[in-house]
């Protein structure tokens, strides 16, 4: 299994930016996909999470209307929309695979990838 993300940059603070993750090795339409992120020196977090469907998503309060999820099964693919970043929305991002339900604790994800970096500076 593969999980390529992809997307990260450096951007000032009220920016944007789309992070993809392509997925491979797995029967993509099955899994729950997570956005997690990680800033030096503080433990990995989550960010927001979207069903097999892509029919419901749900994120974290620190993010809430300012990134959406999504995902196109037909590509393999999971994306981060990322409006208004803030200097806190430093880290690296990575993507991850789970099966089941949706969850926001990194140790329920089965596989996850090597993570793009997001900095966030002006």
């Known amino acids: 299994v593969q999980l390529q993300a992809s997307g990260g940059g450096l951007v000032q603070p009220g920016g944007s930016l789309r992070l993809s993750c392509a997925a491979s090795?797995?029967?993509?339409?099955?899994?729950?996909m997570g956005w997690f992120r990680q800033a030096p020196g503080k433990e990995r977090e989550f960010v927001a999470s979207?069903?097999?469907?892509?029919?419901?998503?749900y994120y974290a309060n620190s993010v809430k209307g300012r990134f959406t999820i999504s995902r196109d099964n037909a590509l393999n693919t999971v994306y981060l929309h990322m409006n208004s970043l803030k200097l806190g929305d430093t880290a690296v991002y990575y993507c991850?695979?789970?099966?089941?339900?949706?969850?926001?604790?990194?140790?329920?994800?089965?596989?996850w990838g090597q993570g793009t970096q997001v900095t966030v500076s002006s």
């Open positions: 991850e695979a789970r099966t089941r339900s949706m969850s926001v604790f990194q140790p329920d994800y089965n596989y």
């Open positions: 090795g797995l029967t993509f339409s099955s899994y729950v």
């Open positions: 979207v069903t097999q469907s892509g029919g419901n998503t």
